[in-house]
C-alpha cells in the first residue's frame, strides 16, 4: 500500500492556516500512520462569523486557486509550499506496504473552518471491525445530524453494517423448556385458557389473544383458528364452515379453514398471501380517526412478509400513526420454503425499525411470553396511536396443508425435537405441573374429551345438507343487479332440465 494523502483545505491566508491547524495539532500529532497535505478548496463563507476579521490579512499572493506548487491529487506530495509557514512539524508518516490482512484505511471528516468553511480530513485504519482510533463525540446541537430523513448520530468511522456479525435481535421469553419461570417479575400469574390447534404454534393464538380487549379487531391468515376459538367461537361453527354446509355463516362460499365473524371481530380470513395487512393498516387508520380505543391486530407468516403488501402496510402504518399490533408468526417454512431461502437478514422484527415500527421478538413457545408482548403493544398502541411489530419464533409441528408432505424437505427428527422437546403445550403443562394445578390423570381425561367433543362436530357437521344453490347469488349485493338476476335465472332453468344429474338431495331446499 502507497502512503496515504490526506487532503486538508486551507483557508485563503496563512493566519488562517495556521488557526486550523494548531486546533488540529494535537490530532495530527496521534502516533498512527498520517500523513498530512495541502490542497486548497474555494469555500462559501461561514454565515456564523462575518467578515472583515482583523486577525485575518487579505489572501496571501502566493496561493492561487488551485495551488501550482501542490498538484490534485498526488500520491507523491513532497512537504508542503513553502510560501505557506507551518507552526509544527512536517510528519511525513505511511503505512507499511504490507500491512495485515483486513487493514481497511478510511478518510473522515473531522473539523470545520471558521470564515470560509475549511474542512479538515484524516485517515483511521481498522483491523477487522475494530477501530484503532476511538469514537468522537458530537456533543453541540450544530454537530448533530438535522437530515430530516433519518434519526442517527454523526460517527467517525466507517463501517457497514454487516448480517450476521453483530448479534441478532434477542429473543424474548419468561419461562425455559421445562416450563420454569426465569424472571418472577415478568410471571403474569393469570388464568389462561389453552385450546388445540394448529400443531406447535397454540402458543402465538392463545397468548396473543388474551391479550386483547374483545373489540380489537382482528385479521388473520388461515392459522389463527385459535385466536377466534379464544373469543368463544364455537366448534360446531368451525365444523360448518370447513364442511361448508347450511349451518356455514359463508354459506359454503369460501375455502375451509377461511373462517370470520362480525360479532367477535374477526376478519374473514382471505387466501392471497399478505393482503390482509395494507387492509389491517386502513382499519387501523378508520379506528383512530373515530377515537374509539381500540386496537387492530394482523397475524402473518415469515413467507407472507416477503410479499409487497407487507412492505406497503408497514410504511403507511408508521406514517400514519396507526394503533395497529403486527403480529408474525414465524414459523421456519413458508410451504415447502425454509428461512434460510426466505431471506438473508435477521428475521422479520429487524425489518420493523427501518419503516419506524418498535419492534419486539419473543419465543412463540412461551405462551407467558407472547401474552406479555402483545399486551404492553396493545396498551401503547392505543395510548400513542403507535405501530408494533412482533415476530414470535415458533415452529410448524404439522403439514403446511393436506396436500402437502413436509418430509420431502424436513427431516423427522427436526420435527420430533420440537414436537417432544419445545411444544408450546408442553411447556405450559410443566408450569402447571410444577405448581400443582395439573396432573397426568387430568391430562388424560382432557385430552379424551377434547377428543370426543371434535368428533361429535364432525359427525353433525358431515349429517348436515349444503346449503341452497340459490346463496351463490345472495349476500355481496343489497339490490341484485340485473346481470345476477339473468344468471339466476338461468341456473334455475338448468336445474330444471338436468337436475337428475346433480345430488340435489345433499343440498338444502
Known amino acids: 500500500m502507497s502512503p496515504c494523502v490526506i487532503p486538508v483545505s486551507p483557508y485563503s491566508t496563512p493566519m488562517s492556516l495556521h488557526c486550523i491547524l494548531m486546533t488540529l495539532y494535537p490530532i495530527l500529532m496521534s502516533p498512527y500512520p498520517t500523513l498530512i497535505s495541502l490542497h486548497p478548496t474555494p469555500m462559501s463563507p461561514c454565515?456564523?462569523?462575518?467578515?472583515?476579521?482583523?486577525?485575518?490579512?487579505?489572501?496571501?499572493?502566493?496561493?492561487?486557486?488551485?495551488?501550482?506548487?501542490?498538484?490534485?491529487?498526488?500520491?507523491?506530495?513532497?512537504?508542503?509550499?513553502?510560501?505557506?509557514?507551518?507552526?509544527?512539524?512536517?510528519?511525513?508518516?505511511?503505512?507499511?506496504?504490507?500491512?495485515?490482512?483486513h487493514f481497511l484505511s478510511v478518510r473522515v471528516w473531522v473539523g470545520t473552518g471558521s470564515l470560509f468553511g475549511s474542512v479538515a480530513f484524516r485517515t483511521f485504519y481498522y483491523h477487522g471491525m475494530t477501530p484503532i482510533t476511538p469514537q468522537r463525540d458530537f456533543p453541540s446541537l450544530e454537530e448533530k445530524p438535522q437530515f430530516p430523513g433519518a434519526s442517527a448520530e454523526f460517527v467517525d468511522r466507517l463501517e457497514f453494517i454487516q448480517p450476521n456479525v453483530i448479534s441478532g435481535i434477542p429473543v424474548y421469553r419468561v419461562m425455559d423448556r421445562q416450563g420454569h419461570i426465569i424472571n418472577p417479575s415478568q410471571d403474569p400469574q393469570g388464568r389462561i385458557s389453552f385450546y388445540m390447534t394448529n400443531y406447535g404454534e397454540e402458543g402465538t393464538h392463545v397468548g396473543s389473544a388474551a391479550a386483547l380487549d374483545d373489540t380489537d379487531l382482528v385479521f388473520g391468515q388461515y392459522r389463527e383458528a385459535g385466536v377466534l376459538m379464544?373469543?368463544?367461537?364455537?366448534?360446531?361453527?368451525?365444523?360448518?364452515?370447513?364442511?361448508?354446509?347450511?349451518?356455514?355463516?359463508?354459506?359454503?362460499?369460501?375455502?375451509?379453514?377461511?373462517?370470520?365473524?362480525?360479532?367477535?371481530?374477526?376478519?374473514?380470513?382471505?387466501?392471497?398471501?399478505?393482503?390482509?395487512?395494507?387492509?389491517?393498516?386502513?382499519?387501523?387508520?378508520?379506528?383512530?380517526?373515530?377515537?374509539?380505543?381500540?386496537?387492530?391486530?394482523?397475524?402473518?407468516?415469515?413467507?407472507?412478509?416477503?410479499?409487497?403488501?407487507?412492505?406497503?402496510?408497514?410504511?403507511?402504518?408508521?406514517?400514519?400513526?396507526?394503533?395497529?399490533?403486527?403480529?408474525?408468526?414465524?414459523?421456519?417454512?413458508?410451504?415447502?420454503?425454509?428461512?434460510?431461502?426466505?431471506?438473508?437478514?435477521?428475521?422479520?422484527?429487524?425489518?420493523?425499525?427501518?419503516?419506524?415500527?418498535?419492534?419486539?421478538?419473543?419465543?412463540?413457545?412461551?405462551?407467558?411470553?407472547?401474552?406479555?408482548?402483545?399486551?404492553?403493544?396493545?396498551?401503547?398502541?392505543?395510548?400513542?396511536?403507535?405501530?408494533?411489530?412482533?415476530?414470535?419464533?415458533?415452529?410448524?409441528?404439522?403439514?403446511?396443508?393436506?396436500?402437502?408432505?413436509?418430509?420431502?424437505?424436513?427431516?423427522?427428527?427436526?420435527?420430533?425435537?420440537?414436537?417432544?422437546?419445545?411444544?408450546?403445550?408442553?411447556?405450559?403443562?410443566?408450569?402447571?405441573?410444577?405448581?400443582?394445578?395439573?396432573?397426568?390423570?387430568?391430562?388424560?381425561?382432557?385430552?379424551?374429551?377434547?377428543r370426543r367433543k371434535v368428533m361429535e362436530a364432525f359427525e353433525q357437521a358431515e349429517r348436515k345438507p349444503k346449503p341452497n344453490p340459490q346463496h351463490l347469488f345472495t349476500d355481496v349485493y343489497r339490490e341484485m343487479p340485473p346481470n345476477l338476476q339473468r344468471q339466476r335465472a338461468a341456473l334455475e332453468r338448468h336445474l330444471q332440465h338436468y337436475g337428475e344429474h346433480y345430488p340435489m338431495e345433499l343440498y338444502e331446499k
Request: aromatic residues 10%; proline residues 13%; glycine residues 8%.
Open 230 to 450: 379464544y373469543r368463544g367461537y364455537p366448534l360446531d361453527l368451525f365444523m360448518a364452515q370447513c364442511y361448508g354446509n347450511a349451518s356455514d355463516p359463508g354459506r359454503g362460499r369460501q375455502m375451509p379453514v377461511h373462517y370470520g365473524c362480525r360479532e367477535r371481530h374477526f376478519v374473514t380470513i382471505s387466501s392471497p398471501l399478505a393482503t390482509q395487512i395494507p387492509q389491517a393498516v386502513g382499519a387501523a387508520y378508520a379506528i383512530k380517526r373515530a377515537d374509539t380505543s381500540r386496537a387492530v391486530i394482523c397475524y402473518f407468516g415469515e413467507g407472507a412478509a416477503s410479499e409487497g403488501d407487507a412492505h406497503a402496510g408497514f410504511n403507511f402504518a408508521a406514517t400514519l400513526e396507526c394503533p395497529i399490533i403486527f403480529f408474525c408468526r414465524n414459523n421456519g417454512y413458508a410451504i415447502s420454503t425454509p428461512t434460510s431461502e426466505q431471506y438473508r437478514g435477521d428475521g422479520i422484527a429487524a425489518r420493523g425499525p427501518g419503516y419506524g415500527l418498535l419492534s419486539i421478538r419473543v419465543d412463540g413457545n412461551d405462551v407467558f411470553a407472547v401474552y406479555n408482548a402483545t399486551k404492553e403493544a396493545r396498551r401503547r398502541a392505543v395510548a400513542e396511536n403507535q405501530p408494533f411489530l412482533i415476530e414470535a419464533m415458533t415452529y410448524r409441528i404439522g403439514h403446511h396443508s393436506t396436500s402437502d408432505d413436509s418430509s420431502a424437505y424436513r427431516s423427522v427428527d427436526e420435527v420430533n425435537y420440537w414436537d417432544k422437546q419445545d411444544h408450546p403445550i408442553s411447556r405450559l403443562r410443566h408450569y402447571m405441573q410444577g405448581r400443582g394445578w395439573w396432573d397426568e390423570e387430568q391430562e388424560k381425561g382432557w385430552r379424551k374429551s377434547s
Open 47 to 101: 454565515p456564523h462569523i462575518a467578515p472583515p476579521c482583523p486577525r485575518i490579512p487579505p489572501p496571501c499572493p502566493h496561493i492561487p486557486s488551485p495551488c501550482p506548487h501542490i498538484p490534485s491529487p498526488c500520491p507523491h506530495i513532497p512537504p508542503p509550499c513553502p510560501h505557506i509557514p507551518l507552526p509544527y512539524p512536517y510528519i511525513p508518516l505511511s503505512i507499511p506496504t504490507n500491512p495485515p490482512k
